[in-house]
């Protein structure tokens, strides 16, 4: 089967083919073309997202479809992002796998966002395949799940206010640093811990305590936002008298990142050892932070766990993980009808009922 898979929830137009079948898949082409605009505004602003889609999707399209060497009559089915993201953005691909399919005569399903990052590594690492414990943190999500058997997700904690990349790019700004802020912060933060070793400044882990047990929200559940005014209130001291200085901008990257991640790692091997899973598979733009990655390996190995993370590639938005989720769906025989509609907001596919309530209190 040739999948044709279609992303527009954000800022990244970007389009693939993928071809084979459950067990044995092959990226056939990938075309992810960045949305630029955006970093002069220090953002995502949704109605230009949603135009630059539009300008570009049917040659992306294309391009893929020329990258793999196929005809437009050689798709067998089309898989889109329905849902969680910007529904202007949304709405364009929506449109436009709708129509493609429709015209060729072939079946369309919709993707849940999060279900793609869900299965990007495994397009790279034959052995990122369930049961496993999933660590996804992208710029609007953050989501810790256990994973029995694709389709089967438990969710365990997400996070109370910001997401993981969201936190970076917010603490970036504070820096003085340009969006998205992940890179710039992981970058900062290499520089500070090879010239100063230890940042002098230190920041508390946030929700991280040892007197939390399983079954209570705060176990899994994460908090960014007051790192994030921790951070701001770090430079506004650092700054009152003169202005930041390269070497303070870069301690204080090191302290927020070393929270964060280890926040992060704490939580991922708490829901390794509740589960007894062997293996930790991380997705979303944060999976692609090289110190988090190391530093999820070296925790990991001492409970029994290997961990997975996708290549840089992978790790952002993009349309293959989109078609591989599509194909798990297309399998099964789920389509779409042509009503198929685009979703700010969705809970993730495959959680039983009573996860599902919280789902929607966390607005996945
Ligand atoms: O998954 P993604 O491409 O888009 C969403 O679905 O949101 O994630 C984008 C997020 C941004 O917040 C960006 O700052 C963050 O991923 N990011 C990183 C890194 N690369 C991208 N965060 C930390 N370290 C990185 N190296
Ligand atoms: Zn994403």
Redesign the pocket.
Known sequence: MKVLGIET??D?TSAAVLSGTDDETEIQSLVILSQDVHRIFGGVVPEIASRAHVTALVPVVERALSDAGLGRDDVDAVAVTYGP?LAGALLVGVSFAKAFAYALDVPVVGVH?MEG?LFATALEERDAVPPFTALL?????TLLLDVEAWGHYRLLGGTRDD????A??KV?KLLGLP?????A??REASEGRATQGASPFRFARPMLRRDQRPGERDYYDVSFSGLKTAVLNAVREATSNEPLTPATRAAIALAFQDSLIETLVEKTARAVRQFERRRVVL????A???T?VAAMRERCAHIGARVFAPS?RL???NAAMIARAGLFHLERGERAGLDLNAFASLPLPGLPIESLAEARDKLI
């Open positions: 929830s954000c990244e993201g966002h990052h943190i992208s710029g609007g999500h997401a993981a990349g969201e970076f790019d970036a969006y998205p802020g992940g890179p912060i992981e997705g979303g733009g944060v692609g932070n090289r988090l840089a790790a952002t938005d």
